[in-house]
Nanobody, 126 residues
Framework: QVQLVESGGGLVQAGGSLRLSCVAS????????VGWFRQAPGKEREFVAA????????YYTDSVKGRFTISRDNGKNAVYLQMNSLKPEDTAVYSC???????????????????WGQGTQVTVSS
């Protein structure tokens, strides 16, 4: 099993940047594929970005392409989400999630992940 803890959220003006971190404890993090999801008030949780266990594939939802970058450092048991050019519509609770790399992984699906962090709030003011 793995435990996930997110950090790095906060309040930022539109056009600003934040870097979210997802740090894992427990089993070695390089055995997991990882995704970032977000949930805004009154909306369903949605996929943001994902990265394969060995970093050779990354995926993004269309609305963040060119603005967000997902990366990982397995030596530090961490996955990062660099968010630039933030917009008010990016306001949400951001959560990371992990899926064993040996299992079938449909990166956009919430139900595809076995482990979740508690989330970190990102608020973008206009």
């Amino acid at each position: 099993q793995v435990q996930l803890v997110e950090s790095g959220g906060g309040l930022v003006q539109a056009g600003g940047s934040l870097r979210l971190s997802c740090v894992a404890s427990g089993r070695a993090f390089n055995t997991y594929n990882v995704g970032w999801f977000r949930q805004a008030p009154g909306k369903e949780r949605e996929f943001v970005a994902a990265i394969k266990w060995n970093s050779d594939s990354t995926y993004y939802t269309d609305s963040v392409k060119g603005r967000f970058t997902i990366s990982r450092d397995n030596g530090k048991n961490a996955v990062y989400l660099q968010m630039n050019s933030l917009k008010p519509e990016d306001t949400a609770v951001y959560s990371c999630a992990a899926k064993d790399r040996q299992s079938i992984w449909i990166h956009r699906l919430t139900g595809a992940y076995d482990y979740w962090g508690q989330g970190t709030q990102v608020t973008v003011s206009s």
